[in-house]
């Protein structure tokens, strides 16, 4: 295989987590007679540009399909993100109701609601018709489609050109990365700004978030691998900032090269030593990281066998993409983990890909009263753990395995 951004044949590996199926390929009741489609997933590091990227198996009609079951309004915390983003961006960037705000993955409408609500004109791109259906019920307009050189070319001749892009964990969710990035730089006005979020490379390597490796994520970004990337699609890095979201994320700030206004930041500078410190481009950086995977899997498991042969009740929560990497990598099945809960009810009444789990509402950790709640979405574990606070009631702890186990 080759690096999906410049072409060096890949011979470093990073981590191989076996097979499983699609993270979001959840299944209904009527599926599970039937046969599930399983890929290898395994990451490669360029060492080249540092890009680490999955293996090629399976294309994204196959991942994004138009029962996604991904909806982003359901996390409190990552609304509250949204809201702060747009406020944020709206007066470093003086928005307004002349502007043009164009949110590529624009989900279910949980960020541009707030632009709308600004009074500043926008417009969302979603290819999956589920979340897409959503955002337009909110009154956003919604281009159902991937975002590519074609769809931006098209767009600029309908005059809807951008004053901000907005691209928010989905860098890391494209095959084609090249020209996914050169369609922001053609849709771009000229003093136009594309910021983009992603999960950290560095941290997810330091603090072994292996879960957050899926096949609907091709690449795993570090700033020394996206500064290429942008830099010789026709954008300029200016600014970054570290971000506390998905376990540690980089919110990078671009410019079209030719005619951007904005000054570098001393940030950028900053970050790439601080990786380059690190030695995020050398081969040693990724040595060892499997080993840690191993240990993850092994704790998981130990804690499950043991939790039931001590006559213990144990329950999932959140029928997260991260949490189906770690079940599957681990060989959980129902006899150990016998219920998932999640708000979403897209996902109940489902089943978890690959282990085949139940997804239930969460009502049923009130009734069922479990010993032990596993969160799977650890990201989100304050929120999680202030929102079910109540099992505290009859005595039962949350347990977490990334980056260790943990039980609280």
């Known amino acids: 295989m080759k690096c999906r951004h410049c ?3 890949l011979t470093q590996s990073l981590i191989d987590l076996a097979t499983s199926p699609p993270s979001n390929a959840y299944l209904t009741e009527k599926m599970l007679h039937t046969p599930e489609k399983y890929f290898p997933l395994r990451v490669l590091i360029c060492n080249e540009c540092w890009l680490a990227q999955t293996e090629d198996y ?18 409190s915390t990552w609304l509250k993100h949204a809201e702060q983003y747009v406020t944020g961006m709206t007066n470093r960037f003086e928005l307004n109701k002349y502007s043009n705000v164009v949110e590529v993955a624009a989900n279910d409408g949980y960020l541009l609601q707030y632009v709308k609500l600004q009074g500043i004109p926008c417009i969302g791109i979603e290819p999956t018709a589920s979340t897409a259906e959503a955002a337009r019920a909110k009154g956003i307009d919604i281009i159902e489609s991937f975002f590519g050189v074609r769809l931006a070319h098209e767009l600029v001749e309908q005059g809807k050109n951008a004053d901000l892009t907005v691209a928010n964990n989905v860098l890391a969710h494209v095959p084609d990365i090249n020209d996914f990035v050169e369609g922001f730089c053609i849709l771009l006005k000229p003093d136009g700004v594309a910021t983009f979020e992603f999960p950290h490379l560095l ?6 978030q292996f879960d957050t490796i899926y096949h609907e994520h091709y690449s795993y970004l570090s700033l020394i691998a996206v500064k290429q990337i942008f830099e010789s699609n026709g954008l300029s890095v200016f600014d970054v900032e570290e971000l506390p ?5 980089l919110r990078v700030y671009t410019q079209r090269k030719d005619t951007g206004k904005y000054k570098l930041s ?23 990281f499997q080993d840690k995977a191993n240990k993850v899997k092994n704790d998981l498991l130990s804690f499950l066998i043991e939790a039931q042969r001590n006559g213990k009740s144990v329950a999932g929560y959140g029928a997260a993409a991260k949490g189906n990497t770690l079940l599957n990598y681990a060989g959980v099945r129902s006899e150990l983990l ?6 979403n009810p897209a996902k109940q009444d489902k089943f978890l890909p690959g282990s085949r789990i139940p997804i239930l509402a969460e009502e049923h950790l009130k009734q069922n009263k479990p010993d032990y709640v596993v969160i799977l979405p ?11 606070n109540y099992i505290r009631e009859w005595g039962g702890q949350f ?3 990334i980056p260790s186990l943990k039980v609280s």
């Open 378 to 388: 650890w990201n989100l574990c304050d929120e999680v753990m202030t929102q079910l």
């Open 338 to 343: 016998p219920y998932v809960v999640d708000l």
């Open 399 to 401: 347990v977490t395995a």
């Open 266 to 288: 001393k940030n950028v500078d900053v970050l790439l030593k601080r990786e380059t410190d690190a030695e995020m481009n050398s081969t040693e950086f990724y040595d060892g």
């Open 58 to 75: 399976a294309g994204a009609d196959e991942l994004f399909s138009s029962e996604y079951a991904y909806f982003s309004s359901f996390s």
């Open 7 to 9: 072409q060096t044949k």
């Open 245 to 249: 979201t998905h376990g540690g994320s």
């Open 203 to 208: 941290r997810l390597i330091t603090e072994n």
